[in-house]
């Protein structure tokens, strides 16, 4: 069984910085695309960062990039979000999400994995 578990929220003040770390089990990182998603209160969920299977590219959204960085430690199983310079809207709930390199697009739902998601909340 596949299980995302993410963790590193927390309360921030505007300017800080957090790290989210995404802790697999039941899957090997190099067959899963991984993602980061965040819902806010009253929006719907939207990308945020994305590193490939073979760790060779990584994708951001425009509102982010050059201030967060998606990483993975193979040997431990785990994805991290490091997010720098945070602002208020960057409160949210925040989503680990895997995607099995062979599923293609769309992706059938069982390549598809979520975690239970980690609150990041941005005080100005």
């Known amino acids: 069984q596949v299980h995302l578990v993410e963790s590193g929220g927390g309360l921030v003040q505007a300017g800080g910085s957090l790290r989210l770390s995404c802790t697999t089990s039941?899957?090997?990182?190099?067959?899963?695309?991984m993602n980061w998603f965040r819902q806010a209160p009253g929006k719907e969920r939207e990308f945020v960062a994305a590193v490939t299977g073979s760790g060779r590219d990584t994708y951001y959204a425009a509102s982010v990039k050059g201030r967060f960085t998606i990483s993975r430690d193979m040997s431990q199983s785990t994805v991290y979000l490091q997010m720098n310079n945070l602002k208020p809207d960057a409160t949210a709930i925040y989503y680990c999400n895997a995607v099995a390199v062979v599923a293609g697009d769309p992706p059938p739902p069982q390549y598809v994995f979520w975690g239970q998601g980690t609150q990041v909340t941005v005080a100005s």
């Open positions: 039941g899957l090997t990182l190099s067959k899963y695309d």
